[in-house]
């Protein structure tokens, strides 16, 4: 058992703070810089005992927020170099920093891999502890967090960046309506009647909602008009750390006495005390008339972490889809790339071959040609020689990917489920425990694990409120039974088939 209060000297000690600084750049890697700033770099490793490894964090708000969002990845990356752990404690370190109590539960593998309860934040996060060192395990006195004076009243946005503009935004038409509404949003003169409020626009990765939001903000701030531009993972940060500095009152007023305000990937909105200031955001700025615009990758009705009365203020707004890209529009954006491409590299020539090619065969996302044109560059500038249709070929062939399945909703699920199984939906969502329908209600828990993204508390939610332990059985049963009930493999491949058919 590693005892934190060791001396410097001691070899065991000194090892393990070198194992634990691998941790923490393991995790680093794998989730960014930015992420593990804002939510790594106050945790510590206080204790190993027996198989158990006990970290501890500053507020309840960071406990929460990695058990929600990170613990799979934290056990993972921990095991790695303490092949002896199982289980995981976080606490709230105090500022007396007591060991933790060998009577907190702890947390294994399974428990961490299910884990999605709702993360909750307490009324005053203390977000600014003293950071660690990573590989520390010196127990020091929290300190009151040191800034300059005023800081803790500032409240900024996420960076924009200068080349997403209407500009450099390729047109087609699958993003057509979604880049005239933006455009007439953007180009509102300060204090015209505001048309549609609020904006929201919904696709999936790679194909353009970044850069038209971005586009927005930066033809908006040229027409001087007050812009705030977050991601949701800044809304909560900020509005955590206002928690935290006892300015939430001046983030509020802040964020109301703007002209616009622009937020990214709303699917990552977490927290109900921070949903609930959102909803009360967006309710004052759209009574005010002051513009909003939101970006997500699916409609207001799919986004189940939300609440309700969330995603109806969303809904009520002019809700537009960026579609898959066309061929055509790829080919569009492929020739700018590749012009910006040779502005740096001026002897890079594309055959209208190769460019037709690259535009068939990668039917993905914008980020995917993006990586098409860099290999390309690259093998073009190593040979020193025009690339050939066969280069080409080979050299994007692992950007080549089959075509995505059909996104498959959880009310689909339940309907066909019940047809098949001549039960209601109201049957599979009610409390009812008879065999005729428990058994269709497990089986559609399982469908849903299995044929979409959503964690098994969404899951739950949508199965009459029930709680993840409950899906989790029911994907554990059906697992059980489907390798060893021929007859039910089969029904279940066959429901998976009519679910994922386009």
């Known amino acids: 058992m590693l005892n934190p209060r060791r001396t410097e000297a001691s070899p065991q000690k000194t090892s393990a703070e070198e194992s634990w600084g691998v941790v923490c750049r393991r995790l680093k890697a794998e989730l960014g810089e930015a992420t593990y700033t804002s939510w790594f770099l106050r945790l510590e490793l206080t204790q190993l005992a027996d198989d158990v490894a006990h970290l501890s964090v500053p507020t309840k708000f960071l406990k929460m927020w990695i058990q929600t969002h990170y613990a799979p990845r934290m056990l993972a990356a921990i095991v790695a170099e303490f092949p002896a752990v199982k289980h995981l404690v976080i606490n709230v370190r105090s500022s007396t920093r007591t060991p933790p109590a060998r009577s907190a539960q702890p947390l294994d593998a399974e428990d961490l891999h299910e884990s999605g309860a709702g993360f909750v934040e307490p009324a005053h996060p203390r977000l600014n502890a003293e950071p660690h060192r990573p590989g520390s395990f010196q127990q020091k006195e929290m300190r009151a967090p040191t800034r300059p004076a005023g800081e803790a009243e500032t409240f900024g946005g996420s960076p924009l960046d200068r080349r997403l503009n209407f500009s450099t935004f390729i047109v087609g038409r699958s993003n057509q309506l979604a880049y005239a509404s933006a455009q007439d949003i953007a180009n509102a003169a300060p204090g015209e009647a505001v048309r549609f409020n609020p904006l929201y626009i919904h696709a999936s990765v790679g194909l353009g909602k970044t850069h038209l939001l971005q586009a927005i903000a930066h033809a908006a701030t040229a027409q001087r008009r007050r812009v705030i531009y977050l991601t949701a993972e800044k809304f909560m940060h900020s509005f955590a750390s206002a928690l935290e500095a006892s300015t939430a009152i001046s983030f509020k007023e802040k964020l109301r006495g703007i002209d616009m305000l622009v937020i ?33 990758d699916r409609p207001p009705g799919e986004l189940e972490t939300l609440e309700e009365r969330v995603r109806s203020r969303l809904a009520g707004g002019l809700c537009v889809e960026m579609g898959a890209l066309d061929e055509p529009l790829r080919l569009k954006m492929l020739e700018a790339r590749v012009a910006a491409a040779k502005l740096l590299h001026p002897q890079f020539e594309l055959s209208s071959a190769i460019l037709t090619y690259v535009a068939s065969v990668i039917q993905t996302n914008g980020r995917d040609l993006d990586g098409a044109v860099n290999r390309l560059v690259a093998h073009s500038s190593l040979n020193r020689a025009a690339l050939s249709l066969e280069a080409a070929e080979a050299a994007i062939q692992d950007l080549v990917r089959p075509r995505e399945p059909k996104r498959v909703k959880i009310e689909d699920i339940q309907k066909l489920v019940a047809s098949h199984y001549n039960v209601t939906k109201a049957d599979i969502l009610s409390a009812r425990r008879t065999a005729n329908v428990v058994r269709p209600r497990q089986i559609a828990m399982f469908l849903a694990k299995t044929l979409t993204p959503r964690s098994l508390p969404e899951i739950g939610r949508r199965f009459g409120g029930r709680d993840h332990t409950t899906v989790l059985h029911a994907v554990r049963k059906i697992e059980a039974l489907v390798g060893s009930d021929g007859r039910l493999s089969e029904e279940i491949e066959l429901l998976k088939r009519m679910l994922t058919e386009n």
């Open 264 to 296: 990214d990937d709303v699917q990552f909105l977490r927290g109900k005390s921070i949903q609930q200031e959102f909803c009360h955001t967006l309710n004052a700025l759209i009574d005010a008339r002051r513009q909003i615009v939101i970006a997500a």
